[in-house]
């Protein structure tokens, strides 16, 4: 059974850049059948889409956060990257990862909390 | 952006009651949505998808319904660890796609 985890720092500064890493196990990121998303829940609110990446490097991000996302793939390691740039307080909140099977998020990393404070 | 909206916010139910959660799209989705359970503490768990099949390992006492731009998830005899939070996410322009605000479900 394929699990996901999330890892990266917890604390991150204003205005720097927020890096988090899935990795991915019982099974293989380069599959042809899944998309590689990423997901906020911020103090308060619900869930927020950021954006997805294939094992081929295809990204797809939200609108309101295309301007400040990036993301990766790494075949070799068996995961995938989020870097999310000039983060401010409201950036704040639970980021996962998951994996994603013709627009359904079947799987899910456990989170992380990701806190933005100098 | 497809807008996903939720009713109600809230309900309060006993144990052992049905209930309807609500999910209506801003444009037509056809069948493309799915739902997912939140326990507190818990990453989001998928419940159903392509509007009305359950995933893998889901009691049937959940079951989804609706097509274009209403969409419901009904749980037919609420068990304590049912209790939490469902979203309805939309998928028909993937892989871009848009979640509702959440019903909590709570004990009444």
């Known amino acids: 059974q394929m699990q996901l985890q999330e890892s990266g720092p917890g604390l991150v500064k204003p205005s720097e850049t927020l890096s988090l890493t899935c990795n991915v196990s019982?099974?293989?990121?380069?599959?042809?059948?899944?998309?590689w998303g990423w997901i906020r829940q911020t103090p308060g609110k619900g869930l927020e889409w950021i954006g997805a990446?294939?094992?081929?490097?295809?990204?797809h991000f939200s609108p309101s956060l295309s301007s400040r996302v990036t993301m990766s793939v790494d075949g070799s390691k068996n995961h995938f990257s989020l870097n999310l740039h000039s983060v401010t307080a409201a950036d704040t909140g639970v980021y996962y990862c998951?994996?994603?099977?013709?627009?359904?998020?079947w799987g899910w990393g456990q989170g992380t909390l990701v806190t933005v404070s100098s | 952006e497809i807008v996903m909206t939720q009713s109600p916010a809230t309900l309060s139910v006993s144990p052992g009651e049905g209930v309807t959660l609500s999910c209506r799209a801003s444009?037509?989705?056809?069948?493309?949505v799915v739902w997912y359970q939140q326990r507190p503490g818990q990453a989001p768990r998928l419940l159903v998808y392509?509007?009305?099949i359950r995933a893998t390992g889901i009691p049937d006492r959940f079951s989804g319904s609706g097509s274009g731009t209403e969409f419901t998830l009904t749980i037919s005899s609420l068990q304590s660890e049912d209790f939490g939070i469902y979203y309805c996410?939309?998928?028909?322009?993937?892989?871009?796609?848009?979640f509702g605000g959440g019903t909590k479900v709570e004990i009444k």
């Open positions: 996410q939309q998928y028909t322009n993937w892989p871009a796609l848009t």
């Open positions: 444009q037509s989705v056809n069948v493309n």
């Open positions: 392509g509007a009305s």
């Open positions: 019982g099974g293989s990121i380069n599959s042809d059948s899944y998309y």
């Open positions: 990446i294939y094992h081929t490097g295809d990204t």
């Open positions: 998951a994996r994603f099977y013709g627009g359904s998020g």
